[in-house]
């Protein structure tokens, strides 16, 4: 049911002044905290692809753990993040965004997204302005007969005007009755912290499930995965980042360095060439900047070396699937 209006409150609109769009944001009740109580649980974020999803959980997290590009399907794995304080531990998990799968990878994909059904004290249901429907019916159903908390994030605010919110508002309040509803922008971190604290208060009481100093349930190696991955998907065209997947086979910290080696595998020999480039351009670049995004996540020197393998039709084998973490 649609909450009760806070005040109104100036935000930037694309090409227009601060003063020339008025939004109506919805009303978010906290709770005092109570002395002496921990709070603790699952919040797991999904939506359709692009609509946010890693952005959002990496303005929670304060760290750079699912990567971003604008292709669909950037994320491929469930991510958890974890946020810690005095009183409470909030896991966040993003998920890939959700699709009709087209094959075993895909497959295994939506497999993640099902599983954040099962676990979550707190479902964030992510869509963007303009947005109408989830693209899988059944994940739809269970959004809208769930008995947890459900938050529908209406995101990407700072794209639209007065009319086009209220109007957003009023479809999913009819589409989703369970649900409260917040306007936010998860890039501008407009509501992200009011977002954050209605997430506290709805958690349950529970000690940690993770010491208090641990960001991820992802060995490093995976994020040194991940951040290839993004470049690749930044630099490449049409289907040559979706064939791809990133094994890093070595891994050695030193007390000054650490001396990575990562393959890139592709499902065929034509891609295999389209990833090197002109006498290895093409590759050097991707090492390069993933490079400098690794050195700027570990604080520390890295050595990258990247090769380029044919592993055919990896992404319709079960084992290869297995092999790169896709279980199901």
């Known amino acids: 049911m649609l909450k009760n209006y806070m005040p109104i409150i100036n935000i930037p ?58 292709k669909a399907q950037t994320t491929r794995h469930r991510i958890l993040g974890i946020v810690n304080g005095e009183d409470f531990q909030v896991l966040f998990s993003d998920t890939p965004g959700i699709i009709k799968p087209a094959y075993e990878l895909q497959e295994s994909m939506m497999h993640f997204v099902k599983s954040a059904f099962e676990d979550a004290d707190v479902l964030l249901y ?22 947890i908390p459900v ?90 980042p979706y064939a791809v997947e990133v094994d890093t086979e070595e891994f050695y910290e030193e007390e000054h360095i650490i001396r990575i080696r990562s393959v890139i595998m592709v499902e065929r020999e034509t891609q295999k060439g389209i990833i090197i480039g002109h006498k290895g351009s093409a590759l050097k670049r991707v090492g390069v900047e993933a490079r400098r995004d690794l050195e700027k996540f570990f604080a520390k020197q890295v050595h990258l070396e990247l090769y380029v393998k044919v592993n055919k039709n990896w992404r319709s084998n079960q084992n290869q699937l297995k092999r790169f973490g896709y279980n199901r």
């Open 13 to 70: 609109t694309s090409g227009k002044s601060l003063n020339e769009f008025y939004i109506i944001i919805i009303s978010l009740n906290f709770v005092t905290k109570l002395k002496g109580m921990h709070k603790a649980g699952f919040v797991n974020i999904i939506g359709n692809p692009n609509v946010g999803k890693s952005t959002l959980m990496n303005a929670f997290v304060g760290e750079k753990l699912s990567i971003i590009t604008s």
């Open 126 to 147: 992510m869509v963007e302005i303009g947005e109408k429907e989830l693209k899988d019916e059944s994940f739809f159903n269970k959004i809208t007969n769930s008995k």
């Open 151 to 240: 938050l529908l994030l209406l995101n990407k605010i700072d794209k639209s005007n007065q009319q086009q919110l209220e109007e957003q508002v009023q479809l999913w309040q009819g589409k989703v009755p369970n649900a409260e509803i917040v306007a936010i922008s998860a890039l501008e971190g407009f509501q992200v912290k009011e977002v954050f604290h209605r997430i506290i208060d709805l958690l349950p009481e529970s000690p940690p499930f993770y010491p208090k100093d641990q960001l991820t349930d992802k060995p490093e190696r995976f994020f040194v995965n991940e951040a290839i991955r993004e470049k690749i998907l930044i630099h490449y065209k049409k289907e040559i």
